[in-house]
């Protein structure tokens, strides 16, 4: 019954999208996800009939159970090089850690957090602590894993005694900090919580007797983390100030403009600029997003702790959900600048110029800007204008949409990323290195990964196979995400992209009826009833 009520709701989205295109006849056999967890992620409105194609391809086409179709090169993973053959000479069960063929598979979770913890002749591989920290949140909060670290440690190296072993703690000292420095890096949002800097204080404090050198380790790591998490939090202000802006400029389509606003074109006539701009926004937002939100997305309640969920209280996404809400933004954006001029002429220009900057945006490497745009074409007040498309040249749209088709589990848009991945990785700058993958694409993988394989097994191990594979994915997005942008930005564009007005739905489809008449009666119904509650016409 659940299945078919998402079904049901997937329908008429569709319904109300129309499907003139070649996409949108495609988006039929859909695998949807929960409403609930589109929702809380702001991919699924109140209304079906908000929800615009892009998003619909969350659900879209089936894939095999299991794990996603995904790119496997082990060298694209994390920031430092992951590697999922964490042992390979090890195999069996060893300290109740259980190996398959090299690798970890599973163990408890005492088991992986004592996995976790350096000693005097033993430090945790990068890609253990990246894949451990990331996933350890879905059954103990990051504070409470620090402080059971920060215990061990205090047990196992008797820093609790009255003299300490000083020759002891210096091999030990560095390999904790290091630790500590990995965490602050890949994790600091998981700093801003008093309890973890009171853990990490109190640790160094305890080895810092032994060598001066601690003190000043220590200042500097928090020096670091302070400036790191000042930049994040000044960056997530800026955000949540351009989307109060924008909500308080949504238009309702008052009258057929002359204008109601300043038109795209007079403010960027270069589609290749414009893509440059894009891509400014694309890598300035995908910056803020922590690794830990894809997890945090998606949590469940642990089934060996039927109390509360890890971060009960609220799932930390707010910078996932913002930069879906940029997508949004975009494609409403893209639909509003055609759908605005009176003149068939001019609509048809600005079709042509959208069309070019997608190209652009393709060649760049920033497929969710790409996606974005073909999606704010492919909106029913836009398809539906027949006379102003036939002024189109539509022959390099249609090969875009080939480039982004659904089919095959979208085939053609994976190939393409990996050939951006592949020149990323051998890139000699900072221009060939730009990989901006279509964000609802990698959530919707990520999805079925979670609900594909179990987070424990029957025996309660926790499945660190699985969070092997989810550790591959978020990594590679990690490095992605760190590229600097090459190009010089433009504040007026910039400006324009995140505060412009946008049309509401129902504004898009009475400027759309408005430009080019209404073909049947249903079509005229809604045309009417739109005139009369927007513009207070009969």
């Given at each position: 019954m659940k299945h078919k009520k998402i079904k049901d709701v997937a329908n008429k989205c569709l319904q109300t999208l129309g499907q003139q295109s070649v996409l949108q006849r495609r988006w039929r056999n859909i695998t949807r996800i929960p409403c609930d967890v589109l929702t809380s992620l702001g991919l699924l409105t109140a209304s079906p009939s908000s929800v615009i194609p892009s998003l619909v391809l969350l659900g879209l086409q089936q894939v095999k159970e299991g794990m996603p179709q995904t790119l496997t090169s082990t060298s694209m993973f994390t920031p430092c090089g992951f590697s999922p053959h964490l042992h390979t000479s090890k195999e069996g069960e060893q300290g109740g850690l259980i190996f398959q063929d090299g690798n970890l598979t599973s163990a408890s979770?005492?088991?992986?957090?004592?996995?976790?913890?350096?000693?005097?002749?033993?430090?945790?591989?990068?890609?253990?602590?990246?894949?451990?920290?990331?996933?350890?949140?879905?059954?103990?909060?990051?504070?409470?894993?620090?402080?059971?670290?920060?215990?061990?440690?205090?047990?196992?190296?008797?820093l609790d005694d009255p003299v300490l072993d000083k020759a002891r703690i210096r091999k030990f000292g560095p390999k904790i900090?290091?630790?500590?420095?990995?965490?602050?890096?890949?994790?600091?949002?998981?700093?801003?919580?008093?309890?973890?800097?009171?853990?990490?204080?109190?640790?160094?404090?305890?080895?810092?007797?032994?060598?001066e050198a601690y003190w000043k380790k220590m200042n500097q790591l928090l020096q670091a983390l302070n400036q790191k998490l000042a930049t994040l939090s000044h960056g997530q202000e800026g955000i949540v100030k351009i989307s109060t802006a924008v909500s308080d400029k949504l238009v309702a389509f008052k009258t057929k403009p002359p204008s109601i606003q300043r038109e795209i074109l007079?403010?960027?006539?270069?589609?290749?600029?414009?893509?440059?701009?894009?891509?400014?926004?694309?890598?300035?937002?995908?910056?803020?997003?922590?690794?830990?939100?894809?997890?945090?997305?998606?949590v469940h309640k642990d089934p060996l702790d039927g109390t509360k969920t890890c971060f009960s209280e609220q799932k930390k996404t707010s910078n996932l959900e913002a930069y879906v809400k940029w997508f949004n933004r975009l494609c409403y954006l893209v639909a509003t600048e055609?759908?605005?001029?009176?003149?068939?002429?001019?609509?048809?220009?600005?079709?042509?110029?959208?069309?070019?900057?997608?190209?652009?945006?393709?060649n760049i490497g920033n497929f969710n800007s790409l996606m974005a745009i073909i999606s704010g074409m492919n909106m029913s007040p836009?398809?539906?204008?027949?006379?102003?498309?036939?002024?189109?040249?539509?022959?390099?749209?249609?090969?875009?949409?080939?480039?982004?088709?659904?089919?095959?589990?979208?085939?053609?848009?994976?190939?393409?990323?990996?050939?951006?991945?592949?020149?990323?990785?051998?890139?000699?700058?900072?221009?060939?290195?730009?990989?901006?993958?279509?964000?609802?694409?990698?959530?919707?993988?990520?999805?079925?990964?979670?609900?594909?394989?179990?987070?424990?097994?029957?025996?309660?191990h926790v499945n660190f196979e699985k969070f092997l594979e989810l550790a591959k994915q978020v990594g590679e997005f990690i490095t992605w995400k760190q590229v600097e942008c090459p190009f010089e930005q433009d504040p007026n564009?910039?400006?324009y992209l995140h505060t412009a007005p946008i049309f509401?739905?129902?504004?898009?489809?009475?400027?759309?009826?408005?430009?080019?008449?209404?073909?049947?009666?249903?079509?005229?119904?809604?045309?009417?009833?739109?005139?009369?509650?927007?513009?207070?016409?009969?």
């Open positions: 979770l005492d088991a992986l957090i004592q996995h976790l913890i350096p000693t005097t002749d033993y430090y945790p591989e990068k890609a253990y602590i990246f894949t451990f920290l990331l996933s350890s949140r879905l059954f103990i909060e990051p504070h409470e894993l620090l402080s059971r670290v920060c215990h061990k440690c205090i047990e196992q190296q008797r900090l290091q630790l500590l420095t990995e965490w602050t890096e890949t994790f600091p949002y998981d700093f801003q919580e008093e309890r973890m800097i009171g853990h990490l204080k109190d640790m160094i404090h305890r080895i810092a007797p032994c060598d007079s403010v960027c006539s270069d589609p290749y600029t414009l893509a440059q701009q894009l891509t400014h926004v694309e890598l300035e937002r995908l910056s803020h997003i922590g690794p830990e939100e894809f997890v945090q997305a998606f055609i759908c605005m001029p009176a003149k068939k002429k001019q609509r048809a220009q600005v079709i042509e110029f959208f069309i070019d900057v997608a190209r652009e945006c393709f836009v398809s539906r204008l027949k006379k102003t498309w036939s002024k189109v040249k539509t022959a390099k749209f249609f090969i875009l949409e080939h480039q982004m088709d659904p089919t095959g589990n979208f085939y053609n848009y994976r190939t393409a990323l990996r050939g951006a991945a592949h020149r990323s990785l051998t890139a000699h700058s900072n221009r060939e290195k730009i990989v901006i993958p279509f964000f609802s694409l990698l959530i919707k993988d990520i999805y079925f990964l979670n609900e594909g394989c179990a987070n424990r097994l029957p025996n309660g564009i910039i400006h509401t739905e129902d504004g898009l489809y009475l400027a759309s009826y408005e430009s080019e008449s209404p073909e049947n009666q249903t079509e005229k119904d809604r045309w009417k009833s739109l005139r009369s509650t927007i513009l207070g016409k009969t």
